[in-house]
């Protein structure tokens, strides 16, 4: 079956700081990945796709290539803010109209000024 | 657009007693997946819908758990009766076309 394996956290980074946080996926055929972003008492929300091998998603500075040797999708920031202080999700989608999505545990980011 | 709607936003209520979530989904959108997210387990999804249609609900976790989506802009999740380990966040999301999904701002429930 699918599935989705994310680097453990918490994850605590100075301002400024480079984040990376892995992501690896398990899946038939080419699914759709994605990163959702979870910012405290709120759901989950988009925060960048890609659709095929070596396609790079990217928003608010963070960014992430599909690479499908390797079966990751990890995601990178090179300069953090106070305000990117989340959980981050990665997640996978079958190409199917219907169906649900895979998502991993969730990598819990505080950054410090 | 609204995005997802969920009502209500927080509900306390004690052990035994029904509640039900309710869900707004996007106008447009085919598919509604009801999750629940507690400390200990994560992100767990509940049962989802295709066309108002269950497709999969083998994430309920016991029959006081049931949902219900009787048109395409309303759905149910109903606990009945309810308990205190049943305490968690229950978000609502629909998904269209592209997969991606938009998630409510969740109703958080406490059961004393």
């Known amino acids: 079956g699918n599935s989705v394996t994310q680097m453990e956290g918490p994850v605590t980074l100075s301002e400024e700081a480079f984040l990376t946080i892995n992501c690896t996926y398990t899946?038939?055929?080419?699914?759709?990945l994605f990163w959702y972003v979870q910012y405290p008492g709120e759901g989950l929300q988009l925060l960048l796709k890609?659709?095929?091998?070596?396609d790079k998603g990217s928003n608010k500075g963070f960014e992430a290539t599909y690479r499908k040797e390797t079966t990751s999708f990890h995601l990178e920031k090179g300069s953090v803010q106070v305000s990117d202080s989340a959980v981050y999700f990665c997640?996978?989608?079958?190409?199917?109209?219907?169906?649900?999505?895979?998502f991993g545990d969730g990598t819990t980011l505080t950054v410090k000024p | 657009d609204a995005g997802v709607i969920q009502s209500p936003r927080h509900e306390v209520t004690e052990m035994g007693q029904e509640v039900t979530l309710r869900c707004k989904p996007i106008?447009?959108?085919?598919?509604l997946f009801w999750y629940r997210q507690t400390m200990m387990r994560g992100l767990e999804l509940l049962i989802y819908?295709?066309?108002?249609?269950?497709?999969?609900d083998s994430g309920m976790p016991e029959d006081r758990f049931s949902a219900k989506m009787p048109n395409a802009s309303f759905s149910t999740l109903k606990i009945q009766p309810s308990e205190p380990r049943d305490s968690a966040v229950y978000f609502c999301?629909?998904?269209?076309?592209?997969?991606?999904?938009?998630f409510g701002a969740g109703t958080r429930l406490s059961v004393l």
């Open positions: 890609a659709t095929k091998a070596d």
């Open positions: 106008s447009g959108h085919n598919s």
């Open positions: 819908f295709n066309n108002n249609v269950p497709i999969d």
């Open positions: 899946a038939t055929g080419y699914p759709s």
């Open positions: 997640a996978l989608k079958r190409r199917t109209n219907a169906g649900k999505s895979t």
């Open positions: 999301a629909s998904q269209g076309q592209g997969y991606i999904q938009y």
